[in-house]
């Protein structure tokens, strides 16, 4: 019996020893952060809120109009440094730090819907940038700049959703996704006053590994361990429910000019954090609610990154520099079409072909029907660039081609391609094409009940050689949509 009197005594010495610990971890935390501060001087302008706290950001460039990035959940600007340098050779472009993170004062938790979109709209009026905006956003941005432009469209005259998330997305992906999102972000939250103890140390250094620039790495790891930081990246992914379902309340955007970005890997950057997880399936459920996301605009396209993972700003920032230029662009043309410019001197071709594209065509109706993906991306160069105007796709490289025709061949029974008229001017073609397919039931949400279609359209061909190059679509998707009872 004599342990039971001791055991109180044990637990007395624990907790004290406990409570030791965390007001000398706090004051050990203190000291590195006046330390950090003074090392590690903020790159942009820190700009102060009407409430006091000072958010930091960062422009370069001239020009209407100004280009403001919303980051992923618990990242800042420093992520993006090279894309909105580039970005800025063509005109005003900015980033920022969200409440808590990198060198902003952190903001009052949990960080909801209305505190991220209320601190966009803080920082963006205390910077005295002019608009009018293009809002870009990353996954958890993606909402975030989705919210702004619902509250303040007079502002908002185009949106770049890049790897953007998706409001139905903890609905459809695989659910031990949201539940290992929910358990990590719920052990940061009661960790955060630990921030610089080794695992959060850890986390950063494996979170930013080959993914910034030497030049701000030891800044990253010294900002991304302060407790408020933890807390902030715990908040904003433990809310980020509540955020989707307030952004699945918002109607679509009209004709407000839209790029869609995304990564054909999202999730293998996750692969060392959840080995467990059914890394294919959620690959082709989020390619799909990616694809949806283009239906919020009747001005929309896309960009795919085959190989790229969620990061995609740094697997391949380039496509994204692309995607943002070419936004811009859309915006101040007023055309609403990027593609128009390559396409004007097409439209008065005289009636003629040649043997090699007569073979050349016979192969493509062939490889079609076949539904075999590596037979058909065969009969384009590496570097294809395949754009589907009415559904407002884009895709570049023959990865991406591949992975699109695996997903069309997926939902099919039966695909059919026929050629029926084409003309020849240089390495042009211009050709009439007819479609016809049987869409599985289970790919339209009616199991046991596959939908037979037809539907015709013109598709520009640009021959490099023997294969095609570029291949430009223009399809009767109304058509389409109306015999699949989608539209």
């Known amino acids: 019996m004599k342990w039971k009197k001791l055991l109180p005594r044990a637990a007395l010495t624990a907790i004290i020893t406990f409570v030791v610990f965390l007001l ?155 539940e290992t999102t929910r358990s990590v972000a719920s052990t940061m939250s009661a960790m955060a006053p630990l921030g610089r103890v080794g695992m959060f140390r850890l986390m950063t250094d494996q979170l930013a590994s080959q993914r910034l620039p030497p030049d701000v790495m030891d800044a990253y790891r010294a900002t991304a361990v302060r407790p408020s930081a933890v807390a902030t990246r715990a908040s904003e992914m433990l809310s980020s429910d509540l955020v989707a379902a307030q952004v699945d309340k918002l109607g679509d955007l009209g004709d407000l000019p839209l790029v ?82 390559e396409t004007t001197y097409l439209r008065a071709l005289p009636s003629r072909s040649t043997a090699a594209v007569d073979s050349l065509l016979q192969k493509m109706e062939e490889a079609y029907r076949s539904m075999d993906a590596e037979r058909w991306v065969s009969l384009f160069t590496e570097d294809v660039e395949q754009i589907d105007v009415p559904r407002r796709v884009h895709l570049t490289g023959r990865n991406a081609w591949r992975m699109q025709t695996e997903s069309i061949n997926a939902a099919h029974r039966q695909i059919d391609r026929v050629h029926h008229g084409r003309a020849v001017v240089g390495d042009w073609v211009i050709v009439e094409i007819e479609w016809a397919g049987t869409v599985r039931g289970e790919a339209l949400g009616t199991p046991g009940q596959d939908r037979r279609y037809s539907y015709s359209g013109i598709g520009l061909l640009h021959l490099e050689g023997e294969r095609v190059g570029k291949q430009i679509i223009y399809g009767d998707v109304t058509t389409l949509d109306e015999q699949l009872g989608s539209g």
């Open 260 to 341: 869609v970005v995304t990564a054909g890997r999202s999730f293998d950057g996750f692969r060392a954090m959840a080995p467990e997880w059914p890394f294919q399936q959620a690959n082709r459920t989020w390619t799909d609610l990616q694809s949806r996301l283009l239906e919020l605009s009747t001005r929309s396209w896309q960009h795919v990154s085959p190989n790229a993972t969620h990061d995609i700003h740094t697997d391949d920032p380039g496509l994204v520099v692309q995607a943002l230029t070419e936004l811009v662009d859309t915006v101040r043309e007023g055309t609403g079409s990027h593609l128009a410019r």
């Open 24 to 178: 000398g971890a706090s004051v050990v935390e203190r000291t590195l952060e006046r330390r950090d501060a003074s090392n590690f001087a903020p790159p942009g302008r820190l700009v102060e809120l009407d409430d006091g706290r000072r958010m930091h950001v960062q422009c370069a460039g001239t020009g209407q109009p100004t280009v403001f990035m919303e980051m992923g959940a618990g990242a800042w600007g420093v992520f993006w440094t090279e894309i909105r340098q580039k970005v800025a050779e063509v005109t005003r472009t900015c980033t920022y730090d969200r409440a808590g993170l990198g060198w902003s004062d952190p903001g009052p938790l949990p960080r909801g819907p209305d505190a991220l979109l209320q601190d966009l709209r803080a920082t963006i009026e205390a910077s005295g940038e002019p608009g009018p905006f293009v809002l870009a956003g990353h996954s958890l941005g993606g909402w975030i700049v989705r919210l702004y432009q619902a509250r303040y469209p007079e502002d908002v005259v185009g949106l770049a959703l890049v790897e953007s998330a998706h409001p139905r997305q903890w609905s459809e992906l695989p659910p031990e996704i949201w």
